[in-house]
């Protein structure tokens, strides 16, 4: 019943807020291209908790909009290539948003990407509202290269569009169609998928216990939700060309961690991925928010990876280490980095994936 009542609501709305009819098109329509760690469900919605979901279209008419589970925070929105945009889904509304209107008659481009973590909303997108009459168009073709980007709230871009004066952080400091990762996937005509939650490790987490936690990043890894249970994901959804981990910022915090366990649970972990994806190049990341002793335990632990990969003939792992932010670009909440830092990231990620790829 309740997922009927979702259903009769959006159709309801189709005669709202216009004065006449809409078309409702689900969110698992064959026409929607999606890229991230996204379930498809038997009523016609998607649900996801990793950050990043993205959803690719084109229709017709001269409005958009989507249907969400309120409260699902906020997504970016580019139309026809033009500028991004960010929109909300607010707990006290119905979950419409509008996308856009007064567009020209025609056909129209339409990018949906998540901007926030979805751990504690469970997000849902039911579908799209169009114009009566209109239709969506040919399921668009997205680029054939392939990239995967596993990380801690780094990765995540938390606080990277913060005032500089907020003491209490909000999602809408969140943006993480700017972060580094997205950044640098566009400038390497790749797609991105996102496996990140904020404060995690890979053997600790954020002022962890010394000796290890549980509900670090290679528990939570095999499955297709932030949880360490229920439905596992299909990693032959998506195989990526590339895998680059950022991961250890939160492993060295306070107190001491202990370098061998650090050490140890890199090794397993790109074992773990190296078994998910055969082909890939995996590239371990340093930075922007460590340096010092921190940095060099992270080094140090990633080297060591690299270098019993290639003990048993895997010579396809590297390490990249990203300039330490000194707050010439500004900070992100938390002294996270700010989104200049990030598009410095990206700036600097770029030639090195191009030059072990040997994209152009």
């Known amino acids: 019943m309740h997922k009927l009542s979702i259903i009769a609501i959006a159709m309801l709305l189709m005669f709202s807020l216009t004065g006449h009819a809409q078309q409702f098109i689900k969110a698992t329509d064959s026409a929607i291209a999606t890229v991230g760690r996204i379930n ?14 993205q959803f690719y279209c084109s229709f017709t008419g001269t409005s958009v909009r989507m249907k969400t589970k309120p409260g699902s925070s906020y997504f970016v929105i580019v139309i026809d290539g033009g500028t991004p945009f960010k929109v909300q889904s607010e707990k006290s509304t119905d ?36 114009d009566d ?31 500089g004066v907020s003491k209490k952080f909000d999602s809408k400091m969140q943006n993480i169609y700017r972060s580094y990762e997205a950044i640098a996937a566009r400038k390497l005509n790749a797609q991105w998928q996102v496996v990140a939650r904020s404060g995690i490790g890979i053997y ?13 990043m290679p528990a939570y890894y095999p499955f297709a939700n932030v949880r360490m249970s229920g439905k596992r994901w299909d990693f032959s959804r998506y195989q990526p060309d590339v895998v680059c981990v950022n991961l250890g910022t939160n492993d060295t915090t306070h107190p001491k961690w202990r370098d061998d366990k650090l050490q140890e649970a890199f090794k397993s972990f790109v074992k773990d991925i190296r078994g998910h994806y055969p082909k890939a190049k ?18 140090k632990a990633e080297q060591a990876a690299i270098d019993d990969a290639r003990s048993r003939g895997d010579n396809n792992v590297y390490r990249f280490d990203f300039t330490p932010s000194d707050g010439s670009l500004g900070y992100g909440y938390g002294k996270h980095p700010s989104a200049r830092q990030h598009e410095k990231m990206a700036d600097e990620l770029v030639p090195f994936i191009k030059k072990i790829t040997g994209w152009n």
């Open 40 to 53: 498809f469900n038997a009523d016609g919605s998607a649900d996801w908790t990793w950050p990043g979901a």
């Open 95 to 130: 979950g419409l948003v509008t996308l856009a209107t007064g567009l020209a008659p025609g056909t129209h481009s339409l990018q949906i990407t998540y901007a926030v973590e979805g751990a504690l909303r469970h997000p849902v997108l039911y579908g799209l509202l169009l």
């Open 133 to 163: 009459g209109a239709r969506l168009g040919s399921k668009p073709t997205l680029a054939e290269r392939k990239m995967e980007f596993i990380g801690n709230s780094i990765t995540c871009a938390l606080g990277n569009e913060w005032d």
């Open 204 to 216: 600790r987490n954020n002022c962890g216990k010394v000796d290890g936690d549980r509900a670090v």
């Open 282 to 299: 995996i590239v371990l990341l340093t930075g922007t928010m460590i340096k010092g002793e921190r940095l060099e335990a992270v080094q």
